[in-house]
């Protein structure tokens, strides 16, 4: 990293900000909420025994694990650590501690009575965190040399992430592929290159939308970067049970597959439905055939019409009466008529602005304007001898045969014809507009 421009520096990926205090001391400050898939810890400050020496440390982007304090120093939330990897060691901070470290392996299926944890040997000295920084400097540059030498080979996979060991000694490439990928001569390639030992995970399209991160349509952050670490599968079924239009480009997310979010409301349209009736034909009621439209599958209600295909009056009925309905079709039994219910009720629209209008700027200035146009009439029709001047316009305009607003301008003349003829007439001798 470049510390010459900026003193402090935010690294999202890992969840941390680092800077360069006055006198050239690296400092590297855990910033909580700023990392992918963090857990609040609600039982902070609950301490218990058997969970006292555990401890959740995250590396880069979602990888994290549990971790045993081997090192008999006072780790808490917070501190950067040097813990054990397969060859070398690696730095990563600690973020949960205490019985939140057992609800987390409760969800990722861990027996803390088998499972054997790594250590931590000890609490990052100024040295390990320069080194890890210098490892971080050199993560992008090498993720680009690498697609360009996947590129070069002819390979068909795509590099998402590289993400280096804390020594410096080993690098993970995180890579996409639809097919089984021949590794042998790209491995020996990035060994030549980089002089690091070389780990290649595979992932998923989800996995790799968690580990970049970004914004969904919905404004929030990206779920599979926020808080999902399990992805379960997605079919379209679930898009057609809540009545989505099977619009490829509305029900895919970044990642190119469908959204997870499809998955979170459909057990409860699952559940409404189940208390809709299905309809194999129209409703039989004394006066005709009242077809289906369209239903509201959470209100469960069910809109109907006397013309097939037509939308302009629909009547609501409930999912229950039209069970009851049914079944007195069933028995040769016919209602009278829909028209008999309330009056027909539209379903409600609100947009998502609330009541602001695109328009409401010109509706404004067209109330300025009839504003105007009536204060010039008040003026007009207001004075002494304001009305007799309206009246005289309208007569010239209509003797004249031109428009009212061409006579705007004859206000005189229109005063010299009243003062001649006071008895209520014109100069063509036709009576006022209004003169008795």
């Not at 680092?18 to 857990?39: F, S």
């Not at 629209?349 to 695109?358: C, E």
């Amino acid at each position: 990293m470049d510390y010459d421009n900026e003193t402090k520096k935010f690294d999202c990926s890992r969840g941390c900000s680092v800077e360069r205090t006055d006198e050239g001391e690296l400092r590297c400050v855990y910033r909580q909420g700023c990392c992918k898939q963090e857990v609040y810890d609600w039982l902070q400050g609950v301490r218990q025994e058997q969970y006292k020496n555990l401890f959740e440390v995250r590396f880069k982007n979602t990888r994290k694990g549990i971790y045993v304090n081997a090192s008999g120093q006072s780790i808490k939330t917070g501190d950067l650590v040097t813990v054990e990897a397969a060859n070398g060691h690696d730095l990563g901070i600690v973020t949960l501690e205490g019985p939140m470290v057992a609800r987390q392996m409760a969800c990722r299926n861990i027996n803390p009575e088998t499972a054997e944890f790594k250590k931590i040997y000890r609490k990052a000295k100024v040295f390990d965190i320069e080194k890890w920084q210098e490892a971080i400097a050199r993560e992008h540059e090498t993720m680009i040399r690498a697609r360009q030498i996947a590129a070069e080979l002819g390979l068909e996979m795509k590099i998402g992430d590289v993400e280096f060991q804390g020594d410096g000694t080993k690098a993970i490439f995180y890579y996409i592929a639809d097919g089984r990928v021949d590794f042998r001569q790209l491995i020996k390639v990035f060994a030549e290159e980089f002089r690091i030992r070389i780990e290649m995970k595979q992932i998923g399209a989800r996995q790799e939308a968690g580990l970049i991160g970004g914004l969904g349509v919905c404004g929030r952050e990206l779920c599979c970067s926020n808080y999902i670490s399990s992805f379960q599968s997605i079919t379209t079924s679930a898009a057609r049970c809540q009545d989505l239009s099977l619009n490829p480009q509305k029900l895919a997310g970044q990642c190119g597959k469908l959204k997870c979010c499809l998955n979170y409301e459909t057990a409860a349209y699952i559940d409404a439905q189940s208390r809709i009736p299905k309809l194999s034909g129209p409703l039989e009621f004394q006066d005709g055939q009242a077809y289906l439209m369209k239903t509201d599958i959470l209100k469960e209600i069910m809109y109907f019409s006397y013309e097939q295909g037509s939308l302009s009056n629909l009547y609501p009925l409930d999912a229950a009466e039209v069970r009851e309905i049914l079944k007195m079709n069933r028995n040769g039994e016919k209602p009278e008529s829909l028209k008999s219910e309330p009056a027909p009720a539209m379903p409600e629209f609100i947009s998502a602005v609330g009541d602001d209008s695109i328009t409401r700027f010109d509706e404004a200035r067209k109330r300025r304007r009839g504003n105007q146009k009536k204060s010039r009439n008040r003026q007009n029709q207001g004075g002494g001898n304001a009305g007799g001047d309206a009246q005289g316009r309208n007569a010239a305009s209509a003797g004249s045969g031109r428009p009212q607003g061409q006579n705007r301008g004859q206000g005189r003349n229109n005063r010299q014809n009243q003062n001649r003829n006071g008895n209520g007439q014109n100069r063509n001798g036709k009576p006022k507009n209004g003169a008795e």
